[in-house]
């Protein structure tokens, strides 16, 4: 592979990579495959999972810019008026900036905040949000940073809730299958819905999972 950009900081090294035989590009952390440009349906998918649920998606939070494959299947639909991504890599943004990667920053629906997606949903008011996408891992059971692990536990999500509208949607992708998150959502919001997604991944066929949540809280909007 060539190494296209190099970064990353105390969390460890973050790398952007052109593969010689398909020519993709592709993101890995610490070693870590995160997602590539040629296999993008699973980051599509998030979005129009969220963008079906929700009625009126116009004030929506992203947690992870990747490549900027959700965001940018977001922006599609004109109902949506605003995106709020967290990513909590600095170079990924940059690169975004300086023309590395296709950018969906300079949409002016769109701003973003370099930091950690817990930071950012705490920050926001309750009830200020339609819908919450989480996408900074492979999933619980496969994390880019051990931190991460939280993300996926219920005081986290219940956190999430809060900041929905009655109605409002939390919508989170996984590589792979995962009871207690399944278990965790359940129980924070009464119910979930498991939408497995089939991909094919570099020549392999793979089934990612994207686990949803609707709020009907007492407090929501």
Not at 62 to 82: K, M, N, P, S
Not at 86 to 107: F, H, T, Y
Request: glycine residues 10%; charged residues 25%; hydrophobic residues 40%.
């Amino acid at each position: 592979m060539d190494e296209v950009a190099v970064g990353g900081g105390g969390r460890g090294e973050v790398v952007l990579r052109r593969r010689v035989g398909d020519g993709a590009l592709e993101l890995r952390v610490n070693g870590v495959f995160v997602m590539d440009d040629l296999e993008t349906s699973s980051e599509e998918l998030l979005a129009l999972a969220a963008l079906e649920v929700v009625g009126e998606p116009s004030r929506l939070l992203v947690g992870g810019l990747g490549l900027g494959f959700t965001v940018r299947a977001l922006l599609r639909d004109e109902r949506v008026r605003e995106v709020l991504v967290a990513e909590i890599e600095p170079d990924l943004v940059q690169w975004m900036r300086d023309g590395l990667l296709p950018s969906v920053l300079d949409d002016p629906r769109v701003s973003v905040i370099v930091g950690d997606v817990r930071d950012v949903v705490m920050e926001q008011p309750n009830g200020a949000l339609d819908g919450i996408l989480l996408d900074v891992d492979n999933g619980p059971d496969f994390l880019v940073y051990n931190e991460n692990s939280t993300l996926y536990e219920a005081s986290f999500l219940s956190v999430c809730r809060d900041k929905l509208q009655r109605g409002g949607v939390l919508t989170v992708w996984s590589s792979s299958s995962s009871q207690a998150l399944e278990t965790a959502m359940r129980s924070v919001f009464g119910g979930v819905e498991v939408k497995p997604v089939p991909v094919q991944l570099q020549a392999r066929d793979e089934l990612y999972y994207v686990y949803q949540g609707t709020s009907y809280a007492e407090g929501s909007s």
